[in-house]
């Protein structure tokens, strides 16, 4: 058995893993609890599983558990600042950018990596940033609005 320090959603952790052969996003929805993670493909082609490590948007289905020791690690239940929602999850919301809502999740990850980066994208990036992550139920159009309206009103300080 291993132990593993980290930090996640701004607080620090420690777990042991029995399994070295553990996955990201088994550790986070099994051992610790935070199922806003999904499992979609467990082969990174889908973006369910994205979260922010380290700065970047991974998906966890790829990255071993071991590897988090050290890390900074965001999942979405870190997104909102307690009954807040962060702009992106309200301009999700406000543009219809969900529907079934498995993929959200993911796609909030990735988008919130990208303005963290680059606060004022524009829509090609968007599109490219987002291009990892899948949605069965919707068309992309309003995902991308809801991104870039988030950036316009994460610039002005809201």
Known sequence: MERINFTLNGKFVSVDIADPGMRLVDLLRNQLGLTGTKIGCY?????????????????SCLVPAMRADGAVIQTIEGVADGEKLHPIQEEFISKGAIQCGFCTPGFIMSA???????????????????????????????????VLAAAERMQKGE
């Open 43 to 59: 082969l990174g082609e889908c973006g369910a599983c994205t979260v922010i490590f380290n700065g970047r948007a991974v998906t």
């Open 112 to 146: 919130k990596a990208l303005l963290d980066e680059y606060p004022n994208p524009p829509v090609e990036q968007v599109k490219s940033s987002l291009g990892g992550n899948i949605c069965r139920c919707t068309g992309y159009v309003k995902i991308e609005e809801a």
